[in-house]
């Protein structure tokens, strides 16, 4: 049985300028951070942490320390061991976020080893290990993610973005909210909705921006059957508030990079949100979303997981694959701003099914990643 030999760790800048934003952010640099494990037969395998809007640092020392090392010399098999034994250590160091994004990249990464091992693309082989009847063949439904703030974007700017997107083949796509009063951004929402095909819905993403009262307010000022989700309307531990929204029929969306068992459990548990969102380079990878839809399963639940992709092409493949091979995921974040490696996608539209695409049968996750555009910071072996 081969072993791990070897695992690399690169980084990547987006430089974004500054020049768009979100209530809580205005983008300037976005890192990515991306692990590589090789085995004793040459074989890879890809996978990306999540590394949000600050420097890589923190994050890449983590990895070269207190992760990558303990790997080395282990199969496959032996890293769920490994996993829960660095998992403990958390409690005392007190750096479980941390931990969960670089074990999210090795996760992934890992997924991406076994099915290049198999000679399989990743979907076919998260089928084969899972209880799915469907007969669906790599297909993913993609929203598209856009609509920020911009200096000296207008609103007939913005029409044209969200309406360029749903021409591209999306049938429903997302934009921001909570940057302006909210007279101001209902005006911006109608206008979209004007533009749009009547049957492109939309997601609006408050990001944690508003109280109960005013995000039903804006729910209820809306036509409610276009909305397909309020992503994010109130602060990320008010569970008890996104109850009370989606008992009065708000379709709420929480809590994108969330990766704490327990919040997880305790929305699916309480019915507190219509979609799950949760990231699967935030969460802990691969194997963390095989728990959420079991979790899922087993309380019947009328949750759907919707995975968050802010990121690369990596992330993204990631979350597609796992949701062409697991029916609890309902859609994927097709992200318009963050789009780095996305030349190297290898999805094409369904025919005849707008907003659904086709995964490739390349093997693993069918991405190598562009080295010549990254940089190397450490290599263990």
């Not at 430089?15 to 037969?41: C, H, M, Q, R, S």
Request: aromatic content about 8%.
């Amino acid at each position: 049985m081969s072993v791990i030999s070897q695992i690399r760790v690169y980084t990547h800048c987006n430089n974004l300028g500054g020049k768009v934003w979100n209530p809580a952010i205005t983008w300037t640099k976005k890192y990515a951070v991306f692990v590589v494990i090789e085995n004793t037969d040459g074989i890879t395998g890809l996978g990306e942490c999540w590394c949000f809007d600050t420097a890589p640092d923190a994050l890449v020392a983590y990895l070269r320390t207190e992760i990558c090392p303990h790997l080395i010399g282990s199969t496959i098999d032996e890293c769920d061991t490994i996993y829960t034994r660095l998992l403990s250590r958390t409690t005392l160091t007190a750096r479980h976020g941390v931990f969960a994004s670089a074990w999210s990249g090795i996760d992934i990464a890992l997924w991406d080893l076994r099915s290049r091992e198999a000679e399989l693309p990743l979907w076919r082989l998260l089928k084969s290990t899972s209880s799915e009847s469907s007969d669906a063949d790599g297909i993913v439904n993609l929203y598209a993610s856009g609509g920020l703030y911009g200096k000296s974007k207008s609103i007939d700017d913005l029409v044209k973005e969200m309406t360029s997107m749903n021409a591209s083949g999306f049938n429903i796509v997302k934009m921001k909210i909570g940057g302006l009063p909210i007279d101001q951004d209902l005006i911006r929402i109608n206008a979209v909705l004007d533009g749009l095909d009547p049957t492109c819905n939309l997601i609006i993403d408050g990001v944690y921006s508003y109280t109960v009262e005013q995000a039903l307010a804006i729910f209820k000022a809306l036509p409610a059957d276009r909305i397909e989700a309020f992503q994010s309307p109130l602060s990320a531990d008010n569970i008890s508030g996104m109850k009370s929204l989606r008992d009065a029929g708000v379709p709420v969306m929480a809590t994108e990079a969330e990766y704490r068992g327990e919040i997880h459990q305790q929305l699916i548990n309480t019915d507190a949100v219509r979609y799950l969102q949760t990231s699967p380079i935030a969460c802990g990878g691969i194997s963390r979303l095989m728990q959420l839809s079991e979790q899922l399963a087993q309380n019947s639940s009328p949750i759907s997981l919707s995975l968050e992709v802010s990121s690369t092409a990596v992330a993204l493949l990631a979350a597609a694959h796992y949701s062409a091979a697991n029916e609890s995921v309902v859609h994927v974040e097709y992200h318009y701003l963050h789009r780095v490696f996305f030349e190297e996608l290898k999805i094409v539209p369904l025919k005849g099914r707008t907003g659904w695409f086709q995964l490739s049968e390349e093997h693993g996750l069918g991405i190598c990643l562009p080295e010549t555009e990254t940089q190397l910071v450490f290599d263990i072996s």
